[in-house]
């Protein structure tokens, strides 16, 4: 130790008082002014290795200066500490925009930004954009890695940027339903070795094979995923065991899938697995295990505040403001949201499994409500016994679905006034009006702000035919909620009724903003714009209607009929044989396409439609005779024979018929001819009694109201009694040729014996050619000869 502390020693030695003046030579309060005379240090300076500034120039002592010590300012100058008086800084230097690094610096940049572009594109629906920017991006990323490999290492490419652009592009290809090529993004991105944890996105491919309906390499991917994620992330491998058993569940495997949704009930439930769970027992059939999963998925913890906690316990404006402002917060949305799942989920598992769990579903409901009220979960029972009263109405156990809603009349007034409700429902489609509006008051009067009982009350006083009234009633229940349709399309209607064209269709048309493919709304449309005498536009409206419902044949001839009376008869013949192709029954059409092959001089061609209408009314002779006309304007008169003589078969009053077959009998040379004329004259004679006897007033025993019991007046050829008439009717009967008994008529009405219009009156539509040809038809107009009929 001696001798190291000697070897310490062997320095240079200085003394104190050297060690002091050199401490002092280096103090930054040592005076500058006779430095330029100070012959030790210019030395110092002239030997400072080549840094000998040149002759002339003074060193700027910047570490003084800064602070505003200046030679200047000490001899008399302004002090400047901030050096003011120098003037502007000078400008900055302009960065070189040619150089590599800022090159890569602003493509790196606008890569990030079209990475931005596309993700909101995506989120504001706009997919094709989304997918363009991603595309863009990523081949601005390529030319960017292929500038940075010939700057810098290939260690120093930035991954991330480039993991991010592959992401990206693989989901905006998803999102395009352009499957193949999200798949090849991704096994780029997942065979990449540089990627740490890419592995996880096999998850995105398996729900591509998913969406493909490829379901067993979907499963494989999902394990393939869940092998690489530890056990740590215990959340995402719940979620993939969840993809896995709604898998299995598409594949029928519902064994597998059971195994799955039991591992995640056991590990963390929740409330999808526990609904598919109970799907899955369903679909096997085991009633026990049913019933043990509804206890499981009730007994699922929602981790939402109960509602006292929004209530103020005391007058503090401050905590009043708190709640005030938590009361609707999108924490408090999100809760309400996950309830409104919750008891989603509850009542379609208790809907399903209540028919089957027992031996009626009346009684599998019972079991329902009863876990249900002794769970969280209370308000839903009375949710399920209206529930179970609708499945009754919907066996059509009207009596039972009634007892059941009657249950609720002395429950609290939410419940009271659905019950109602549905009681004021049920009986207004029973026609019990009466019965309707007691309980639709009832449903009112529990609770004023439901839209839908106010709509039942409406209806009922519009059944009454109270239309102001049902229109107020509409309006509060859209006050109360705008979104009841119900409530809109009625009011349309009554407005309608009381012919205030404008407001109806005003209605229609919001309710066309809310329903887009609406087929009554669509039709309602165009029928006010019928009424208000406007056919392009319900010519409009139709055609979008039928885009909707192509198949719908009254929409199909109300279109025809639009363009009859447009004058566009190749449209309307159209629409009217479509509607004809999808409901072949409709007179209306078969009556307007007859006579359209009539007006063209098809009339061939007219015959299968009159024999269809023939089927549909064969009571109806006019149409029999307009098969038998069509088949004699076509030429083949023998086929209009036959038709003739069955239709007088069928119809042997008919004197329209009879003369068409004297005619054709003459025409022909048949010896018919005297047997059809023989009968036509009787049919006359017969027609000429009858207007006799109507034309003086009596009735069909022929006496007057007053002497009908033959007690008025004792001439007894004045008195008509019904015998005597009967006798005179017979008498006249018996003169006609080829009568050995009198005629008598098969039913009391009068014969169908007229020939005027074969079309019909339904169709209010201008008459064309075919139809005047048919109206002044060439036999109906004609005399038949004297020499035909027997004297």
């Not at 991105?189 to 740490?196: C, E, L, Q, R």
Request: one cysteine or more.
């Amino acid at each position: 130790m001696v001798q190291m502390m000697q070897n310490v020693h062997l320095a240079p030695e200085t003394d104190e008082d050297d060690l002091y003046s050199g401490y002092n030579d280096y103090n930054p309060t040592y005076d500058t002014e006779e430095l330029e005379n100070d012959t030790a240090f210019q030395q110092a300076v002239r030997t400072s290795h080549g840094r000998r500034p040149p002759d002339g120039v003074t060193r700027p002592m910047t570490a003084v200066r800064a602070a505003g010590f200046t030679k200047g300012a000490l001899r008399g100058s302004a002090f400047d500490p901030l050096g003011q008086s120098w003037g502007p800084a000078p400008p900055l230097e302009a960065r070189s925009e040619d150089s590599p690094e800022e090159k890569i610096r602003q493509l790196e940049k606008k890569v990030n930004e079209l990475v931005e572009e596309s993700c909101i594109a995506n989120s504001c629906g706009d997919l094709k954009l989304a997918l363009e920017k991603a595309k863009d991006a990523g081949r601005k990323e390529r030319v960017l890695v292929r500038q940075r490999e010939q700057v810098t290492r290939p260690e120093n490419i930035n991954l991330d940027l480039t993991y991010s652009v592959l992401f990206n592009l693989a989901s905006q290809y998803s999102a395009n339903e352009m499957y193949a090529e999200a798949l090849n993004t991704y096994q780029v991105i997942v065979k990449n070795k540089m990627f740490s944890n890419a592995g996880r996105l096999k998850v995105n491919m398996g729900n591509i094979y998913l969406k493909q309906r490829n379901y067993s390499k979907a499963i494989k991917f999902y394990r393939m995923a869940l092998d690489q994620i530890p056990s740590v992330h215990k959340e995402m491998r719940i979620k993939i065991m969840q993809n896995i058993g709604v898998t299995f569940i598409k594949t029928g495997q519902y064994s597998d899938a059971i195994s799955s949704f039991e591992h995640i009930m056991s590990m963390a439930p929740n409330l999808k697995a526990g609904f598919n769970l109970i799907l899955s027992y369903f679909a096997i059939g085991d009633r026990e295990k049913m019933k043990k999963s509804f206890q499981k998925l009730i007994a699922v913890p929602l981790e939402i505040d109960e509602d006292d906690k929004y209530i103020s316990p005391s007058d503090d404006p401050h905590t009043n403001l708190v709640i005030e402002a938590i009361k609707n917060d999108h924490l408090r949305q999100m809760e309400r949201e996950r309830k409104t799942m919750a008891e989603k989920y509850i009542m379609t598992a208790a809907k399903l499994i209540a028919p089957v769990i027992e031996t009626s579903f009346a009684v599998g409901y019972d079991w329902c409500v009863e876990v249900v009220k002794a769970s969280q979960y209370v308000e839903l029972a009375n949710d399920l016994e209206i529930n179970k009263a609708i499945t009754y109405l919907r066996q059509k156990d009207f009596n039972q679905a009634v007892e059941t809603l009657k249950m609720f009349e002395k429950k609290d007034s939410r419940v009271k006034s659905a019950a109602a409700t549905n009681l004021s429902f049920l009986y207004y489609l029973e026609n019990e009006f009466a019965q309707a509006s007691s309980y639709a008051d009832l449903a009112v009067n529990s609770d004023r702000y439901n839209p839908s009982a106010l709509t039942n009350k409406g209806n009922t006083v519009f059944a009454n035919g109270d239309y102001e009234k049902a229109a107020e009633f509409y309006k509060e229940a859209l006050r109360n909620d705008c979104s009841c349709t119900e409530a809109l399309y009625n009011i349309g209607l009554t407005y309608k009724k009381l012919n205030r064209l404008d407001e109806a269709l005003d209605c229609f048309l919001k309710l066309h903003a809310i329903l887009r493919n609406s087929a009554q709304v669509l039709y309602q449309i165009a029928n006010v714009y019928e009424l208000m005498e406007d056919p392009s536009q319900a010519m409009e409206w139709l055609m979008q209607l039928i885009s909707v419902v192509p198949t719908d044949s009254r929409a199909l001839s109300k279109l025809g009929g639009l363009y009859d009376s447009e004058g566009d008869k190749s449209q309307a013949f159209q629409y009217y044989y479509e509607s004809y192709r999808y409901f072949p029954s409709n007179i209306e059409v078969i009556e307007w396409l007859g006579a359209y092959y009539i007006d063209t001089q098809f009339c061939e061609k007219a015959i299968q439609y009159f024999e269809r209408a023939s089927l549909i009314q064969p009571t109806q002779v006019k149409w029999q005779l307009m098969v038998a006309s069509c088949f004699r304007r076509s030429g083949n008169y023998q086929k209009a024979l036959d038709t003739y003589k069955d239709i007088h078969r069928k119809f042997p009053e008919n004197v329209e018929c009879l003369r068409f077959l004297v005619r054709l009998c003459t025409d022909i040379g048949l010896k018919e001819v005297q047997e059809y004329a023989t009968k036509l004259k009787r049919l006359e004679k017969m027609k000429e009694i009858r207007e006799q006897r109507i034309k003086s007033g009596r009735d069909s025993s022929g006496c007057p109201r007053g002497r009908r019991d033959g007690s008025a007046g004792s001439d007894s050829g004045q008195n008509c009694s019904a015998g005597g008439k009967g006798e005179r009717l017979s008498a006249q009967l018996r003169a006609l040729p080829g009568t050995d008994e009198p005629y008598e008529s098969s039913s009391n009405k009068e014969p169908d014996a007229s020939y005027v219009d074969p079309l019909g009156p339904q169709i209010e539509r201008p008459k064309t050619a075919a139809k005047k040809r048919m109206d002044e038809d060439d036999f109906a107009d004609e005399e038949l000869g004297d020499d035909l009929l027997p004297e």
